[in-house]
């Protein structure tokens, strides 16, 4: 035979195995699989043993006899008699080993007659007494007729109807028992295994005798039949005919044999799309179905469509049912969970929903996680996708009428049983009527969707001729050609998603600075992708997806692979043709990285790909061994229609001795080399130091890849919850750490240090992630589940229990503090401190009519208290509560592990460290309580105040607008929409009564939901005729940093005696007073002003603070003008100020007074003092009340909008009325100083200024 030995040896099946009936131990009841004993015997599940297997063991794959055994009949043994049907199944499941590695299992259940005489005795005394306690259970004593009669007498009863239905009689009836044949591989060749155990099966039922013993046929798969080589095809032979398989070469994407097409017909393109999302965002994925190759089916398909992630945490697609409690891991899992078809949705309990991707495969029906971002693209994307379902006659919304009857004959029936076709499925004629009708209807469909996207089906067609055009002689059928088309299509379509969203990512890998081993060490500290950077490239309505998915387990792991393999040599099969595929788009399209478009690339690698296929199929590599007669003793291999026969282990528990395949002899290196061999498709080791790391790395699920499968003892369900535990708290101290290195790392950048390094989208990222991870720890291990937020459950028993404590006259200091605790805050003690209380925060978002349910109401409350500074102490305190965690949560959960418990809060502290918004920016709309507090100056007596004060408030989300203040009432609480982070205060009064004046120190605003307190220090009289004259100013205010731990820093200097760079003044009371600066100091005042205006513009837009403080600030561009124009300033004869607006408005006359003279100097100049003039006139026309130093104010914020400040200062330094007004040392008049300072206003230029709209009320330029 041809060999390819050399690049993968190894053979195509280790194990046939044969599991069913001991008659030996007899009947035992399966007491995992559920509540048995309410159902009637034949619907009961009995325990399976493996009754053989060959042969016994092989070293590269030792035999996992209990998880082969679970997954092989996941159900146990099933009893059926002759009214039944009994149509032979067929799935696959997949063993994980404890390094990741997996092995694939295929096996065939059908029905045996039961010969055993004592089983089927045991059979009927079961009934017996399911009868009797039946009758005593249902039987009504009032009904004395029917009590008497016996229940088979009376034809009436639905009673007698049921059990006639499913009852076993001895005498009458013939008892079926399930019996599973099953191989197990290195690598999951479906197609190929399904057949051959048809054929087997075939071969025992079928009336004509095998032409060879079953034992040629098992001993040829096993020892005689190679693994195909990368790249090439193989032939075999099964009982009745020739079996094919290939396997892509190391440049195709990887080995996939399942259907495609099942899970689109299934679910409907845009399901799958969603399921998808939900996989690669790492949300816990429940599969629902009565088929456990259908739960197979989809959750490969999905996996595989990632390429080239993969999934990272616990993968079961088939969860048997002695695993159930395993629903309940606070981990992301991908399971598959088999339903009887009987109980509906709503029966399930499952522990925890708040992220759970339910999907229910045979009802067409997905239930998605709250707030799930968008597939980038994703209508183009489901629309490319559609155009190929369309072409192989699948509709994009999937078969509806495919679910179940119909689809029970396509999937499950052995194509070459030769049997009744509808047998089971009686009502024939109704269903092809129906199907009709919904074929119509599809159609319908169908064509408004083409309308709708455009697509023409003449091109369709077109698509489908030429790959019908067959030069080429396929070597197997065309259905299953077709299958492989379909199958390759759609893969390319997904995978080039990614080659296109990812085009660039080796740019953005950070390599590592030192060596692998301390890299290794160093793993979880690490970044490994200039996460930032990559996001700023992207197109915008991406980013919610993508910042979420580079948040991911794959993703790491994605790129950790990458840093690993820096040669191509040692590069895994999956990265390299990654790799090369992202080289060829690179070459296609030479864009600039920078220009991000969101343009939509179709594929373009299907027909190359179809083509390699073709040829595989049309020419196969390699033909196997035909199997042969063995060495038997006469009268062995016996054939017995309808019963597999038991087999002789002499001659299949070993191979040929000659065979290259197993040569016994080899090293034991080299047979380690083997096996990494066979799972470089699906696993990542090819060095010691790559199965470290798998062992080692940040892999948060790789703590359990998958549960153990063995009969499970307390000892090992403690073992694992402790694990989970381990895990979570092992979780929480990364997501901590992650969270405060990019919030320390951003506020490091506003205060100059390096580069800015998170966006909005990222931090909202980072705490939806976090609010995931409380979630699972909520709900670990609880005993009864109540709604579908296990944290908000959580609280509204803690809620409940302080009321009914309250209320029964125990007064207890629920959830507000005493005094001695309340937080001590940088206010005057004018302003009384927020209480600290729980309840009352629960209470604000119960208030919040937008948010619905109980994941968003958990939600919000875990961003309030992140908000508040109060996450660690509002959790603490509800675990305090004792008697009720012990109530809701049973004893291995998380929340009651003590030590973990409180290293888990101890995290959480880390977090007061800094400043969150993510409450107040992301609930925009809400109503919100702000209390306002006005400090007039104690000494000029504020009591003797006549006019009437006025307030607005203005943030970035909105202004209050003019609220009138009651006189001689300095605080007052009104409510209105939120206005996001504060910004400015304008304040005044309108002028009446005697004593019109007002000295105010400073204003305070504090928002009552979340505790910001805002401090806006004025420092300066309202009054006519005082100071610069001004009724009302605007004041920028600033966030005061509450000290939660004042308690613990009992030293600070009291708040009271600021230092003068935390009064804000707004402009000074008169220019005398204010420290003289030189010119030095006055330029880099004005450079420091300037630069960080445009900082604030290099930001990303989330991201950028409140540009009023940089113009209007304490260090902001106005003050810095200010200075500039001060210095030198004449000082007047005394008791009289003089404002920079005083010169101004001098400037202004001059200069139209020239304009009348028509002493014109050139055209540019004149446009610039026409300018100037203009703006001058507006501001002093202003209808409001504001002073000259505000006017100065104003005239700088609308110079810097409309880029005219370095012109001006031109102007001004040319004009013969600075030379009146200026000692010849003032910077205005030295030229160079001046020239250096228009450079520098120069670079505002590039920058679009909008200003708030409480600094230019009033003015209309």
Known sequence: MSGGGSSAPGRFADYFVICGLDTETGLEPDELSGENFEQTPLRRTFKSKV??????????????????????????????????????????????????????????????????????????????????????LHTSPTNDKESCSSAGDCNGTSVSKLQRFNSYDISRDTLYVSKCICLITPMSFMKACKKVLEQLHQAVTSPQPPPLPLESYIYNIL?????????????????????????????????????????????????????????????????YSQHYQRLMTVAETITALMFPFQWQHVYVPILPASLLHFLDAPVPYLMGLHSNGLDDRSKLELPQEANLCFVDVDNHFIELPEDLPQFPNKLEFIQEISEILMAFGIPPEGNLHCSESASKMKSLRACDLVSDKRNGNIAGSPLNSYELLKENETIARLQALVKRTGVSLEKLEVREETSSKKDLKIQCDEEEFKIYQLNIQIREVFANRFTQMFADYEVFVIQPSQDKESWFTNREQMQNFDKASFLSDQPEPYLPFLSRFLETQMFASFIDNKIMCHDEDDKDPVLRVFDSRVDKIRLLNVRTPTLRTSMYQKC??????????????????????????????????????????????????????????????????????????????HLRLDNDQREKYIQEARNLGSTIRQPKLSNLSPSVIAQTNWKFVEGLLKECRNKTKRMLVEKMGREAVELGHGEVNITGVEENTLIASLCDLLERIWSHGLQVKQGKSALWSHLLHYLENRQRRTTSGSFSTSGILLDSERRKSDTSPAMSPLRISLIQDMRHIQNISEIKTDVGKARAWVRLSMEKKLLSRHLKQLLSDHELTKKLYKRYAFLRCDDEKEQFLYHLLSFNAVDYFCFTNVFTTILIPYHILIVPSKKLGGSMFTANPWICISGELGETGVLQIPRNILEMTFECQNLGKLTTVQIGHDNSGLYAKWLVEYVMVRNEITGHTYKFPCGRWLGKGMDDGSLERILVGELLTSHTEADERQCRTPPLQQSPSMIRRFVTISPNNKPKLNTGQIQEAIGEAVNGIVKHFHKPEKERGSLTLLLCGESGLVSALEQVFQHGFKSPRLFKNVFIWDFLEKA????????????????????????????????????????????????????????????????????????????????IKDHTLVNSLIRVLQTLQEFNITLEASLVKGIDI
């Open 51 to 136: 009754l053989a297997r060959y042969p016994e063991n092989v070293e590269w794959n030792p035999f996992d006899q209990d998880a082969v055994g679970m997954l092989c009949m996941p159900k146990g043994l099933a009893f059926k008699t002759q009214a039944d049907s009994r149509e032979p199944q067929f799935h696959s499941f997949i063993i994980t080993r404890e390094d990741g590695s997996r092995t694939f299992g295929f096996s065939l259940t059908f029905f045996e007659e039961v010969t055993s005489k004592q089983i089927c005795s045991a059979m009927q005394t079961l009934y017996h007494m399911h009868n009797a306690e039946y009758d005593i």
């Open 223 to 287: 020892y005689e039949v190679p693994l195909p080589p990368a790249g090439r095809s193989l032939k075999f032979s099964g009982v009745y005919g020739p079996i094919i398989c290939q396997r892509p070469s190391t440049n195709e994407l990887p080995l996939f044999d399942f259907p495609v097409k099942e899970v689109f017909e299934l679910l409907g393109v845009e399901n799958v799309v969603q399921l998808f999302t939900c996989a690669l965002l790492e949300f816990q994925i429940l599969l």
């Open 604 to 681: 373009t690698t299907i027909d190359e790909a179809e083509k390699s296929i073709e040829l595989r199929l049309a020419k196969i590599d390699h033909t196997a061994v035909h199997p042969h007669l063995l060495d038997m003793k006469i009268g062995q291999g016996k054939y017995e229609l309808g019963f597999f026969p038991k087999l002789q282990s002499d001659v299949l528990s070993t191979g040929p001795a000659s065979n290259k395949w197993t040569k016994r002899n080899a090293p034991a290196q080299w047979r380690r080399k083997d096996r990494q061999k066979q799972h470089t498709e």
């Open 1148 to 1227: 202004q006359t001059y200069y139209e007074t020239l304009e009348q003279n028509e002493m014109v100097p050139e055209e540019n100049w004149q446009t610039r003092a026409r300018n100037f003039c203009r703006f001058i006139t507006a501001i002093n026309n202003t209808p409001r009340n504001i002073g000259k130093d505000g006017k100065f104010q104003m005239l700088v914020c609308l110079g810097a909008r409309d880029h005219l400040l370095h012109h001006w200062i031109a102007l001004l330094a040319d004009c013969p009325i600075t030379a009146q007004m200026y000692e010849d040392i003032a910077l």
